[in-house]
C-alpha cells in the first residue's frame, strides 16, 4: 500500500517539501555568505567591509540583490538566446538538488538516499556545463576562453577529488552519507579527516578548483579574461551565476564536513548546530585562501592535478584498500 | 630531479602558503585604518593644497592685498583667474556706472572682483608665486562638490569677506 | 535572431597589420583599451592559438595629450604642470627632468639644500610608485590583498609629500632653480620614521608574497629579456636592470647630489618577470638610504635660488636625464631665446619598455602575457604622452 500523498511520508512531498526547503536555505546562506565574504575580505585588508546598510551592513547582500534583480538584463548581439539564457539556470538549479542528500541533522533528512555520494559529485560535475553554455552561448571570446578552462580545469579536477571521496566511502563501507557521518565519532580523532588527512587535503583543494574559487578562478579569471565566462551578463544572469558559485561552495563544504569532520556529530551542541558550525568553518578557509594568494596559471593548475593530486589520491586510496584488507 | 628533491621543494612552497595564511590571518585580527568619511575625518586636512585663496591685509583682512596687477592672470598656465577692476571714466563721463574692466586697469589699486575657475585649475600655484605682495596663497578647502560647472567659479572676495568675519 | 556581420564595422586602421584575419584555428583579440590589468587605456592586439600568443601588438595613442605641443604654446614655467601629469606616479622625476633641462638652458645654479630636497622627495615618490606597482601586479596576477597592505604604507609616505607639496599624487613641486617651497620643520624626522617603518614591513612583504610559490611560478622563467634585447629596445630602468645591466642614471651620469650619496644599484642577470620583481623590491632599500643620507644632514640656507620672473634663456639647447621609476626619463628643450620654448621632447621610459613587450609576448600564455605586462611597470598616460 502506497502511503498517501498528503503525508510526510510519500517521497515525492517530502522531495518537494525538501527542495523548497533547500531554496530557502540556498538563499538565505548565499546572502550570509556573500555578506561574510566581503567582511572578511574587508578586515584582511584593514577595512571594515559592507558598514552602512543595516547593522554591521548586514543588510547589504539584500540590498545587492535588489540592484541586480532591477538591473536591465542585456544580451549581445550575435548570441545564441536559448543557451545564452539556459546558461545561469543550469547553473542554479542541479546545485539544489546537491542539498537533498545533505546529512544536516540524525533527524533532518531532506532525502535519504544510499547512493547519496554519487548524486552530488553527479549534479555538481554538471555545474560546468552551464559554463561551457554561457562561454559559448555569449559570442564573446573571452567567455569562450573561460569556458575553454573551465572544462579543463572540471576534468583535471573531478578524478584526484573522486579517489579522495572513494577512499573514505572505502573506509566507511557505504555511499550513504548518514551512513558515513554515523561511522564517525563526536571527537576529532574519529573523525576521517584526521585519521586520513591526506584526503582530506585533497578534497579541499579539489574542491577550491571545483568551485572556481581563487586561487583557482581560472574561468573567471577578472584580471586575464575581464570576467571569463559570465563577460556579458548582467543582473540576475549574473546573479544566478554568482548565487551558483555560493552554494556550490556550501555543497562542497557541507560533504567535507559529512565525509572528514563528522559531520554534526559533536560535543555539547545540536548535530545541526554542529554540522553549520563546521560547513561554516571549511568556507571561511576558503574565504580566507581567496583573499591570501595570487591565481595560478592555466597550465599550472592542471599540473598540480595530474602530477601531484592524482598519484597521491591512488596512493591514498591504495593504502586505504590495504589497511582495510587487513583489518578486515 | 630526485624524488626527494621534489618533496622537499613541494615542502617549501606549502610552507610558503601557510606563512601567507598566516600574515593575513593577523591581518584579520588588527584594528581597520579606514577612515569612515562623514563620522571621521583625516587629520592632515591643515596641509592640503584647495583652491586658491586671497591674502587679507593685516589691518583689515576683509581687504586683499591684491594690487590689481593682473601678473597672475598672465602667469596662471590655464586662464583660471579673473580679476576685474573699475575702468577709469574718460572725460566728461564721470556720472556714467563704473565700468569694470579686467586687470590692470591705469590708475586702480584695488580690485573690484577676483574670480577663479577651479574647474580649470591645476593647483600648480604659479599665480601664488608671480604675485609681488603675496596676495594669493592656497587654501586647504577639501570640500569641492558641486551639482554645476558654474558653482566652481569661485568668488574670492567674497570668500575673504566672510573668512574675515568668521574670525 | 539578427544577423551579425562583422564585415560591416568599420574597420579598424590600427588593425590592419593583422589582416586579412586570423589565419586557420587562430584567434584575435583585443585586449584592452577597457581590459583590467592593461592598467588605463593600453590596447593590444592578440593573435592566439588556443591560449598561446602567436603575435601581439600594443595599440597606442588612447590618451594622448599633445603635453610636447603644449610645451610650445606656454612659458616655461606654465609647462611646469604639465609635468607632473605625463607620469602621474613619479611626477617628481619628471618635474625634475624639466627644471632640470631648462636649467642648464638658463645656467640656474640650484642651491645645495634645493638638491637634497629634490632628492628626498623624489626617492620618496619612487617608493611611492614601487609601492602601487607592486600591489597593482598583484593585483593582475589575482592576489587582492597586497595591495591594501601596500596603500596603508604608501598612504604614510603620501601624507609627508602633502606635507611638503600639498599634494597627493600630480606634484609640481619644483621650479626652476629649486623646490616651490621649504620643507616643513619635522620633514626630516618624519622622512626618517618613515624609511624606518617601511624596511620593517618589508619582511611582511617578502613573506606574504615574494616567496609564495604561486607568484614564484607566476614570475620565474616568465618574459626572459637578455641584455641584448633589453638594450636593442632601448629598455631602461629596472626592466634594463633585471637583465643583469646594472646601469642607473643616478650612477652613470650623476646629476645632482647623489654623486655624494652612497647607495647599491639592484641587478638580477635572470630576466625574467621574477628578476624586474626583485630589483624593484630591492629599490625599496635603496630609496630608503638615500632619503636617510639625503635627510639626515639637511644642509641650511635657502631651498631655491633666485630664478628670473619671465625666463627668457638664451637660444641652445639642453638635455637632461634622470632615473624615473620606470627607468631613465630625459626632456630635450630647444630655446630660441623667447618665453616659449621651441620644441621640448619627452623621452619616456615606458615607451621603450612595452616595445619589448611584443618580443617577449610571443609564445607564451595569456595568463603569462598579463603577468609580463605587469613586470615592465608600464604607465600609460607616460607613453602617450
Ligand atoms: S594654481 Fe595654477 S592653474 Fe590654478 S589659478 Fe593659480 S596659476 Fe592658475
Ligand atoms: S598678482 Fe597678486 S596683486 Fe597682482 S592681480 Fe594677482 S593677486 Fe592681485
Known amino acids: 500500500m502506497s502511503p498517501d500523498l498528503l503525508s510526510f511520508d510519500h517521497p515525492l512531498t517530502r522531495l518537494v517539501v525538501g527542495l523548497l526547503c533547500v531554496f530557502a536555505f540556498v538563499g538565505l546562506n548565499g546572502l550570509v555568505l556573500v555578506w561574510v565574504e566581503r567582511k572578511v575580505a574587508g578586515h584582511v585588508q584593514l577595512r571594515p567591509g559592507p558598514l552602512h546598510v543595516g547593522p554591521y551592513g548586514l543588510l547589504q547582500p539584500i540590498v545587492d540583490a535588489v540592484k541586480l534583480v532591477g538591473k536591465q538584463l542585456a544580451m549581445p548581439a550575435g548570441a545564441d538566446k536559448y543557451l545564452y539564457w539556459a546558461a545561469p539556470l543550469l547553473a542554479f538549479a542541479p546545485v539544489t538538488v546537491c542539498f537533498l542528500p545533505l546529512p544536516f541533522d540524525p533527524d533532518l533528512a531532506p532525502m535519504r538516499l544510499n547512493i547519496g555520494l554519487v ?29 575553454a578552462r573551465a572544462v579543463a580545469q572540471s576534468v583535471a579536477y573531478e578524478v584526484p577529488l573522486l579517489l579522495a571521496v572513494m577512499s573514505v566511502a572505502i573506509t566507511a563501507g557505504s555511499l550513504d552519507l548518514y551512513e558515513i557521518t554515523g561511522k564517525q565519532g563526536g571527537w576529532p580523532w574519529q573523525w576521517y579527516g584526521v585519521q586520513n588527512p591526506l584526503a582530506f587535503f585533497i578534497f579541499l583543494v579539489c574542491a577550491v578548483a571545483e568551485t572556481n574559487r581563487a586561487p583557482f578562478d581560472l574561468p573567471e579569471a577578472e584580471s586575464e579574461l575581464t570576467a571569463g565566462f559570465h563577460t556579458e551578463y548582467s543582473g540576475m544572469g549574473f546573479g544566478l551565476f554568482f548565487l551558483a558559485e555560493y552554494a556550490n561552495m556550501i555543497v562542497v563544504s557541507g560533504v567535507a564536513a559529512a565525509l572528514f569532520l563528522g559531520g554534526w556529530q559533536g560535543p555539547f551542541l545540536s548535530g545541526i548546530l554542529w554540522f553549520l558550525v563546521k560547513v561554516y568553518a571549511i568556507l571561511l578557509l576558503m574565504i580566507w585562501m581567496r583573499w591570501t594568494y595570487p591565481r595560478v596559471r592555466f597550465d599550472q593548475l592542471l599540473n598540480l592535478s595530474w602530477k601531484w593530486l592524482t598519484p597521491l589520491a591512488i596512493i591514498d586510496l591504495a593504502l586505504v584498500v590495504i589497511i582495510k584488507g587487513i583489518g578486515g | 630531479m630526485s624524488v626527494s628533491a621534489l618533496f622537499e621543494e613541494a615542502c617549501t612552497g606549502l610552507k610558503s602558503l601557510f606563512v601567507g595564511l598566516g600574515i593575513t590571518g593577523k591581518a584579520f585580527c588588527q584594528p581597520q585604518v579606514t577612515v569612515i568619511y562623514p563620522k571621521q575625518e583625516v587629520d592632515n586636512l591643515s596641509t592640503f593644497r ?43 563721463e564721470q556720472d556714467a556706472p563704473v565700468a569694470m574692466g579686467p586687470a590692470p586697469q591705469k590708475g586702480s589699486k584695488t580690485p573690484g572682483a577676483v574670480i577663479v575657475d577651479f574647474s580649470l585649475c591645476s593647483l600648480c600655484g604659479q599665480c601664488a608665486k608671480t604675485c609681488p605682495v603675496d596676495s594669493l596663497r592656497f587654501s586647504d578647502n577639501p570640500y569641492m562638490v558641486a551639482l554645476d560647472r558654474k558653482e566652481f567659479r569661485i568668488d574670492l572676495m567674497a570668500r575673504l569677506k566672510r573668512q574675515a568675519e568668521e574670525e | 535572431m539578427q544577423a551579425f556581420d562583422t564585415a560591416q564595422l568599420p574597420r579598424d586602421p590600427s588593425s590592419v597589420r593583422f589582416e586579412p584575419g586570423p589565419t586557420e584555428d587562430k584567434l584575435i583579440l583585443s585586449m584592452g583599451p577597457q581590459h583590467p590589468s592593461t592598467h588605463g587605456v593600453l590596447r593590444i592586439l592578440l593573435e592566439l592559438d588556443g591560449e598561446y600568443i602567436v603575435r601581439a601588438e600594443p595599440v597606442l595613442g588612447y590618451i594622448h595629450r599633445m603635453h610636447e605641443w603644449m610645451a610650445e604654446q606656454k612659458t616655461y614655467f606654465q609647462f611646469m604642470p604639465n609635468m607632473g601629469r605625463v607620469d602621474y606616479l613619479h611626477a617628481m622625476a619628471w618635474n625634475w627632468a624639466y627644471a632640470g633641462a631648462v636649467e642648464r638652458l638658463a645656467g640656474i645654479e640650484v642651491p645645495e639644500r634645493g638638491e637634497h630636497i629634490r632628492v628626498a622627495v623624489t626617492e620618496l615618490n619612487r617608493i611611492s610608485s614601487h609601492l602601487l606597482w607592486w600591489g597593482a601586479y598583484l593585483l593582475d596576477l589575482g592576489a587582492f590583498t597586497p595591495i591594501m597592505y601596500a596603500f596603508d604604507d604608501r598612504e604614510i609616505l603620501l601624507d609627508i609629500l602633502q606635507a611638503v607639496t600639498g599634494s597627493r599624487l600630480t606634484y609640481s613641486y619644483f621650479t626652476f632653480g629649486g623646490v616651490y617651497n621649504d620643507v616643513p620643520d619635522d620633514f626630516a624626522s618624519r622622512c626618517l620614521a618613515f624609511t624606518k617603518h617601511l624596511r620593517s614591513r618589508l619582511p611582511m612583504y617578502r613573506d606574504l608574497v615574494t616567496d609564495n610559490v604561486i607568484l614564484r611560478g607566476r614570475c620565474e622563467g616568465i618574459g626572459e629579456m637578455d ?15 633585471g637583465s643583469g645591466a646594472p646601469v642607473d642614471t643616478r650612477r652613470a651620469e650623476p646629476y645632482s647630489v647623489y654623486g655624494k650619496f652612497d647607495f647599491r644599484i639592484p641587478a638580477y642577470s635572470q630576466g625574467d618577470a621574477m628578476a624586474r620583481y626583485m630589483v624593484r623590491m630591492d ?17 641650511d640656507g635657502p631651498c631655491s635660488a633666485k630664478a628670473p620672473k619671465t625666463l627668457k634663456p638664451p637660444k641652445g639647447e639642453a638635455c637632461y636625464a634622470v632615473e624615473g621609476a620606470r627607468g631613465k626619463i630625459l626632456v630635450h628643450v630647444r630655446s630660441d631665446g623667447g618665453p616659449k620654448p621651441y620644441r621640448v621632447k619627452l623621452r619616456a621610459p615606458g615607451f621603450s619598455n612595452l616595445s619589448v613587450f611584443c618580443e617577449l609576448a610571443r609564445g607564451t600564455l595569456l595568463a603569462d602575457a598579463v603577468s609580463i605586462l605587469g613586470s615592465l611597470d608600464l604607465v600609460i598616460p607616460e607613453i602617450d604622452r
Open chain 1, 119 to 147: 548524486l552530488i559529485l553527479a549534479f555538481s560535475g554538471l555545474g560546468v556545463l552551464s559554463l561551457i553554455l554561457a562561454g559559448w552561448g555569449s559570442n564573446n571570446k573571452w567567455g569562450l576562453l573561460g569556458a
Open chain 2, 50 to 92: 584647495g583652491h586658491v585663496e586671497l591674502v587679507g591685509k593685516e589691518d583689515d583682512p576683509s581687504v586683499p592685498r591684491c594690487v590689481a596687477c593682473g601678473a597672475c592672470v598672465k602667469a596662471c598656465p590655464s586662464d583660471c583667474l579673473t580679476i576685474l577692476c573699475p575702468v577709469p571714466a574718460k572725460e566728461g
Open chain 3, 227 to 241: 641584455v641584448d634585447l633589453a638594450r636593442r629596445y632601448g629598455a631602461t630602468g629596472p626592466v634594463l636592470r
Open chain 3, 283 to 299: 629599490e625599496l632599500e635603496t630609496s630608503c638610504d638615500i632619503i636617510d643620507q639625503a635627510v639626515s644632514n639637511l644642509p
